[in-house]
């Protein structure tokens, strides 16, 4: 008994077309309050030697430190990121570089949270630093940004699936299963607030606002 030729399955030496397909990228973002602030804060003396300059720096910086933990900021969420020591020239006719000064610096970079104390920090900051003080930021962000990322996906998945649902709509056809998915690196949006040198008497306020999480994904669908 002869078997019956299966439909599905092609012919030896049958042409076989290219998998239709359809590609499309989607985006999207989810918002919240941020929880978190990062900034810079440290200070720079000049002085007419090295070990002059690096001595006040160094006081300057102890300084700075005490007034960290007295506005309650964790060990944890400070961090020394910079220290610098430097001679500072002009050029004189006649005698090339000469050296009028030697800068010395020391830049911490702080965590606080939660953000109302972000104010006052930057208040004692000031305060314990002088003249000498130089602050950068906060940059405001999360915690822990797992749940805000994953809804940031969702939506971008949402997005491309709407967008490729409707190009078929225009070709004709509708789509099959998906091929291939790929992701590319959330983005992280807010404002920068900056602060520049301030006065000891100084508290400045900062709105926290709404911080974004960004994410985007290429889909390959399989259309039928």
Known sequence: MSEMPNPSVPAAGALVGPARTITVTGTGSANAAPDQAVMNAGVEVRAGDAPEAYAAASAAALRLLQ??????????????????????????????????????????????TPLTQISDVVALVVKAG????????????????????????????????????????????????????????????????????????????????????TASVTVVWAVA
């Open 67 to 112: 007034a960290l933990r007295d506005a309650e900021v964790r060990e944890q969420d400070i961090t020394t990121s910079a220290l610098d020591l430097r001679a500072e020239t002009v050029w004189e006719e006649g005698r090339g570089q000469v050296t009028t000064a030697y800068v010395a610096s020391s830049t911490l970079t702080v965590r606080i």
């Open 130 to 213: 002088g003249n000498n003080v130089r602050l950068n930021g906060p940059s405001l962000g999360f915690t822990d940004e797992s749940s805000l990322a994953a809804a940031a996906r969702e939506a971008a998945f949402a997005d491309a699936k709407e967008r490729a649902e409707h190009y078929c709509s225009l070709a004709g056809v509708h789509l099959a299963e998906i091929v291939s998915l790929g992701e590319t690196p959330s983005g992280f949006t807010q404002p920068h607030p900056k602060f520049a040198r301030m006065s000891a008497t100084d508290v400045m306020p900062v709105s926290a606002g709404e911080s974004s999480v």
